[in-house]
Each structure stands twice: as structure tokens, then as C-alpha cells.
């Protein structure tokens, strides 16, 4: 029995691409800086592996923050969930 077959990470990694699809079709209607920082968000996006074997927290969290703050200079401010440290 392996890591995955314990923690049924499939099960966890098919809604985390699916908000990455989210992320994606909000983009997709953005404009300007929101637009792009959307977009770096979505290429960026980190395996839910990475978040969760490796803590990679920021590899979200900073690219999320990122769209935050380009959503707050346009006026429509947001208040994303992030990972918090362990």
C-alpha cells in the first residue's frame, strides 16, 4: 500500500484541478493586471502533491496573494482563502 492509496490523493487532486479550472474561466473574463495575474496563477499552479507531501504552501499562496492585490488596485477588494504553515 503505497502514500496515495492511503490518503485516496486522486480523490483530493480532481477538485484541486478543478479550481484551477475556476481560477481559469474567471481569467477568461478578467481584464487588465487581474487578467494577468490570473493567468500566472492558472500556469503556475502547483500539484496538490507538492502542497501537501511537501509544503510548498506558497507555490499557491503567493500567486493567489498576487490576484488579491491586483483585484484590491481595481477596486473590487477579495479575500482568498490561503494555506496557512503547519
Do not use: H
Request: aromatic share 8%.
Amino acid at each position: 500500500m503505497t502514500l496515495a492509496d492511503i490518503i485516496k490523493i486522486d480523490q483530493i487532486a480532481q477538485p484541486w484541478e478543478d479550481l484551477r479550472n475556476d481560477f481559469d474561466s474567471v481569467g477568461l473574463k478578467a481584464e487588465g493586471d487581474v487578467k494577468e495575474r490570473i493567468a500566472t496563477l492558472v500556469e503556475k499552479w502547483p500539484e496538490f502533491a507538492q502542497i501537501l507531501i511537501y509544503g510548498e504552501i506558497d507555490s499557491y499562496n503567493e500567486p493567489v496573494e498576487a490576484v488579491a492585490r491586483a483585484c484590491e488596485a481595481a477596486g473590487a477588494s477579495i479575500e482568498p482563502d490561503l494555506f496557512a504553515d503547519r
